[in-house]
């Protein structure tokens, strides 16, 4: 085993689980977060929001709708629902960035579908098979293979990957991608020998490299994902 599991049921009489536990909780009712003050309506906002993802299988809104549903929580204004959002994208209970050109109109309410967003382009394609790679292989074996083998990503392959994303959320969540380091813009001769593009989350790749890359994406496009 990877852990040292405990089982709480049998510790009542064990002083030193009962001072782990004791520990545990004066540790964590110590911390700021636990005494944040929260505004009813943010938590009002938010247990909509999370309705919206569980009910209606939608991990993704625009700001516009999330402001609408802010309006029957007590926000009066776009500011005070941008705000919310803000509080709420601090503490990872939702994922909004107003500072990326293109994703300040979206709300990310499951953080974990962008994870498995990313890790369709990011993965170790022999461990983890996606059931789109067979359209992708389709599109042309060499530029599934500089995928597969160079971690080159040809666009067209991208758009295949990514087919169920709506078109004028690709660019931003690439800029998303750029701005943690994951997707970087590259424009010299890739190592297939078959163009420029971008870099994203590549192994081989500087952090200097990382630091300097502009968080824009230009078409035609080809990204570098580890191999």
């Not at 009066?76 to 050109?101: Q, W």
């Not at 979206?106 to 996606?130: C, K």
Request: aromatic share 8%; with cysteine; hydrophobic share 45%.
């Amino acid at each position: 085993l990877w852990f040292w599991p405990i089982d709480n049921t049998k510790g009542e009489g064990d002083a030193s689980l009962l001072s782990l536990r004791d520990q545990i909780s004066a540790t964590t009712l110590a911390q700021e977060y636990v005494k944040q003050e929260v505004a009813l309506p943010y938590l009002h906002l938010y247990d909509k929001l999370m309705a919206v993802h569980r009910d209606e299988d939608r991990p993704l809104l625009t700001v516009q709708e999330v402001d609408a549903i802010a309006r029957t929580c007590g926000l009066p204004t776009l500011a005070d629902t941008t705000a919310c959002l803000k509080f709420l994208h601090m503490y990872s209970m939702l994922l909004y960035y107003d500072s990326i050109e293109g994703m300040d109109r979206y709300v990310i309410l499951s953080p974990q579908w962008a994870v498995n967003l990313m890790t369709r382009v990011i993965r170790n394609f022999e461990l983890h098979r996606d059931v789109r790679d067979k359209d992708a292989l389709s599109v042309g074996v060499e530029l599934w293979e500089d995928l597969v083998e160079h971690g080159i990503l040809h666009r067209k392959v991208l758009d295949v990957l990514w087919n169920d994303v709506n078109a004028a959320m690709v660019e931003p969540f690439l800029a998303l991608m750029v701005r943690y380091g994951l997707c970087i813009p590259h424009t010299l001769a890739s190592a297939s020998g078959r163009g420029g593009g971008v870099l994203v989350g590549h192994g081989g790749a500087s952090s200097d490299a990382v630091r300097a890359a502009p968080p824009v994406i230009t078409t035609p496009q080809r990204f570098l994902v580890p191999a």
